[in-house]
């Protein structure tokens, strides 16, 4: 860094000056602060290689070029680095940065925090797939794909999708069915043109709502209460949910019901109130447990996942 930083404030003409992925010999912080050093500098005329895409967000630069790996030969394609930089404010528009997609082959949009970390389980362990280049992402705010603003959003990720650039291609948004008519959800589905898909089961929750995992998963959590928590009393509470409930069948009340209310009501009653459900750690933990000992519970969603993944 001090023999670049030597070169830049020293030099009596301009310079061409190329550095070789300084995010290599930096931490992020330190790269940061030295490009924007750089940036002052306009006299010199900097080539920067980096694998990162921090240093592609602080240089903004005037030209860039992507290098591919295309069989034996390196593919160099000249980006517009206008649309990248459109790019990356479309990212900012759903809650998303370049860091969270550069490098990607393709993404696979999900309802959230607990699908983002609970699917490629599911991917690994029951489709038994290596995810490759894909990456599972939670899109921030799933209410703006209900509100009067939808459509808009919708235009954002077809953007994301179809632009040329550092954003690789999305294969698929999967969404809980709560709180979506069945004329929204087709609505999505239409206006997407089927990128759009949803849950059999209201929520990704509803899958999770394995007596013997639950029980599992409060057994671990310290403090829960006095004694472990057994499969037998979790299926008590279930079956009391169920009775109580307005639907006829366990298999509609699986369906339908509010899974991630179930397991907050659960977790609150069974731990005398000390501990209140975590929908992504605790979530998480049951994904873990099902994908290992039940994996059948989460068939239908490793189909729907394997349908947009594909081999």
């Given amino acids: 860094m001090l023999a670049i930083l030597y070169v830049v404030l020293t030099a009596d003409k301009p310079q061409t000056i190329i550095i070789d992925k300084p995010q290599s010999f930096l931490n992020p912080g330190a790269v940061r602060k030295l490009l924007e050093i750089l940036k002052r500098y306009t006299q010199h005329q900097f080539i920067i290689t980096t694998h990162s895409p921090e240093v592609v967000s602080v240089v903004n630069p005037n030209t860039l070029f992507l290098l591919q790996k295309v069989e034996a030969e390196t593919v160099i394609t000249q980006l517009d680095s206008t649309k990248t930089q459109d790019q990356k404010l479309l990212l900012s528009e759903v809650g998303t940065r370049l860091s969270d997609v550069f490098g990607a082959d393709n993404i696979l949009w999900v309802e959230g925090a607990t699908e983002e970390s609970s699917f490629p389980l599911i991917i690994e362990h029951i489709l038994q ?16 794909f209900e509100s009067k603003h939808s459509e808009t959003i919708l235009k954002i990720y077809d953007r994301l999708t179809r632009g040329e650039g550092l954003i690789p291609p999305a294969i698929g948004i999967i969404f809980d069915r709560e709180k979506r008519s069945q004329q929204n959800q087709d609505d999505l589905i239409r206006r997407s043109q089927g990128t759009v898909v949803f849950l059999p089961r209201m929520m990704y929750e509803n899958y999770l709502l394995n007596p013997q995992a639950i029980s599992y998963v409060m057994s671990q959590i310290e403090g829960f209460r006095d004694d472990p928590v057994t499969p037998e009393e979790v299926q008590e509470k279930l079956q009391q949910c169920i009775a109580e409930s307005k639907y006829s069948t366990e298999e509609e009340w699986l369906q339908e019901v509010h899974g991630a209310k179930v397991l907050e009501t659960l977790f609150k009653e069974l ?14 933990a049951l994904t873990e447990w099902i994908v290992n000992n039940a994996p059948t519970d989460l068939k239908e969603v490793a189909d729907l996942i394997g349908s947009k993944i594909g081999n």
């Fill in 129 to 144: 797939k290596p995810l490759r280049g894909t990456k599972i992402l939670g899109v921030v705010q799933t209410g703006d």
């Fill in 271 to 284: 731990s005398e109130s000390r501990v209140e459900y975590d929908k992504v750690l605790y979530g998480v």
